[in-house]
């Protein structure tokens, strides 16, 4: 099965810095890598796929690179709504895998 | 609008069996494949498994934590598809969710709440 290495578990930052979550797969996943935002007490919602497109709906300021094994999700300029946690999921055969997550806390 | 509403969980004993259902409407059911996920308290989303779609024969792949235990099934005339989790375990204990497609999980549902407990 494919693991995936998410870090850091968490991060403290404020509003209007920028910030770097990565993600390491334990094979080659190409650009099979999503990754989501969950707030507390919600459903977790796409943020990209395809290690770098983003879903319909998503914030510039969102954006998603790497290929093979090593991949990251960088917020721009953080807004008070981007505080949470983050998964990113390989979506590259079955069985289908997260990572341990990442929760954002404002500094 | 995709709607997805999870229902059934809730309460029971360690060895206990329960079912879920999550009642879809604003997409044609029969196109998708459908998975479930689940979230224990505080820690990271797990994925269970998934039902094909028509075109490849509603069959399912499951996790190795559960398979033999849950079963994914789907009603095509309502589109509703469901979890029969039986034998189930304090670990079990999570909040289920149904999600479209096979992945990357685009639509969600609001999550059911299951409590495996004496």
């Given amino acids: ?107 | 609008e995709v709607k997805l509403v999870e229902s059934g969980g809730g309460l029971v004993q360690p060895g206990g069996s329960l079912r879920l259902s999550c009642a879809t409407s604003g997409f044609t059911f029969t196109d998708y494949y459908m998975s479930w996920v689940r979230q224990p308290p505080g820690k990271a989303l797990e994925w269970l498994g998934f039902i094909r779609n028509k075109a490849n024969g509603y069959t399912t792949e499951y996790s190795a934590s559960v398979k033999g235990r849950f079963t994914i099934s789907r009603d095509n005339s309502q589109s509703i598809l469901y979890l029969q989790m039986n034998t189930l375990r304090a670990e079990d204990s999570a909040t289920y969710y149904c999600a479209r497609d096979k992945a990357p999980f685009a639509y969600w549902g609001q999550g059911t709440l299951v409590t495996v407990s004496a």
Avoid at chain 1, 27 to 46: F, R
């Fill in chain 1, 1 to 107: 099965d494919i693991q995936m290495t998410q870090s850091p578990a968490s991060l403290s930052a404020s509003v209007g810095e920028t910030v770097t979550i990565t993600c390491r797969a334990s094979e080659n996943i190409y650009s099979y890598l999503a990754w989501y935002q969950q707030k507390q007490g919600k459903s977790p919602q796409l943020l990209v796929y395809n290690a770098k497109t983003l879903a319909e709906g998503v914030p510039s300021r969102f954006s998603g690179s790497g290929s093979g094994t090593q991949f990251s999700l960088k917020i721009n300029s953080l807004q008070p709504e981007d505080f949470g946690s983050y998964y990113c999921q390989h979506h590259y055969g079955t069985p289908l895998t997260f990572g341990a997550g990442t929760k954002l806390e404002l500094k």
